[in-house]
């Protein structure tokens, strides 16, 4: 029992066991909508913007190697498709990757393998708009330039570009936001640590007016000018008084005793 790809059953009754996770249809001509591509439109500023474009490439069970040295062959076909599909001045093609396949979805990884295109686009002033059917755009434009190359997914990512149908959200802007909120947290924080630490200031500074206070009137204070002349006026009036008490008749009783 086995489902390999391009496996051909040379029997009389054959029957194929599956699960419905490895269910895949293989046709020339897509009859449905593909389930992989741009998810709406993403409107895009004006200036140059770097994008990113994922893919989901068939691969050749009997040759896989140069899978992805002939996805860089195709380098202009990608710039041409991206530049009519963005609807941009010019694409320019950065680098062209093979992407790991962890997390990668299951039913793709024994026929696919993922990649990744990095771009630069110039957006013209009136802006532009992406517009969908993406997959469909690659896989004519890679046929007609005679590749064997068949995209099964592609996914365009902007990674300046946040909304979509509504406009553009730059980074910078959420930096911005970032910033006003984080000042808005710490300012109270800030406000409260300052009030707490002038109050304890105001309260350490009247205990020391107190004990200065103190200090002060231990000292003895100094008299005044005024009242220092006035005590040294009285004692020159008490030595003036002592000097006129004693006449000559006392000294000559004193002399004759």
Same mark, same amino acid.
């Given at each position: ?13 054959? &029957? ?22 741009? %998810? ?5 500023? @004006? ?13 050749? @069970? ?5 899978? !992805? ?44 393998? /993922?990649? %990744? ?6 957006? /013209? ?8 059917? !993406? ?23 902007? @990674? ?10 730059? &980074? ?11 000042? !808005?947290?710490?300012? @109270? ?30 000292? %003895? ?5 005024? !009242? ?5 006026? %009285? ?23």
């Amino acid at each position: 029992m086995s489902n390999a790809v391009g496996e051909t059953c040379a029997a009389g009754n054959c &029957f194929w066991v599956v699960d419905a996770f490895r269910l895949t249809r293989v046709g020339d001509v897509c009859t449905s909508e593909p389930e992989q591509q741009l %998810k709406g439109s993403v409107f895009l500023q @004006p200036g140059l913007q770097a994008g990113s474009l994922r893919l989901t490439v068939e691969m050749n @069970p009997l040759s896989t190697a140069g899978l !992805l040295a002939d996805l860089k062959a195709q380098t202009g076909v990608f710039e041409a498709t991206l530049k009519t599909q963005l609807g941009a001045v010019s694409v320019r093609v950065g680098n062209i990757e093979a992407m790991a396949v962890e997390g990668f979805d299951r039913r793709l990884q024994a026929t696919s393998a /993922p990649f %990744k295109v990095s771009f630069k686009a110039e957006v /013209p002033s009136s802006g532009l708009w992406a517009r969908k059917g !993406l997959v469909s755009e690659l896989s004519l434009a890679l046929a007609a330039a005679g590749a064997t190359l068949k995209v099964r997914s592609a996914e365009l990512t902007w @990674p300046q570009t946040t909304v979509d149908g509504a406009g553009s959200v730059n &980074f910078d802007v959420i930096t911005i936001l970032i910033v006003v909120g984080g000042v !808005l947290f710490v300012a @109270p924080i800030i406000l409260v640590g300052l009030y707490w630490m002038c109050k304890s200031r105001k309260s350490v500074e009247p205990t020391t007016d107190v004990e200065a206070g103190s200090k002060q009137g231990e000292v %003895k204070p100094e008299e005044p000018e005024s !009242l220092d002349k006035e005590n040294k006026e %009285k004692e020159n009036a008490y030595i003036d008084d002592n000097d006129s008490t004693v006449s000559p008749a006392s000294e000559q009783s004193v002399d004759t005793a």
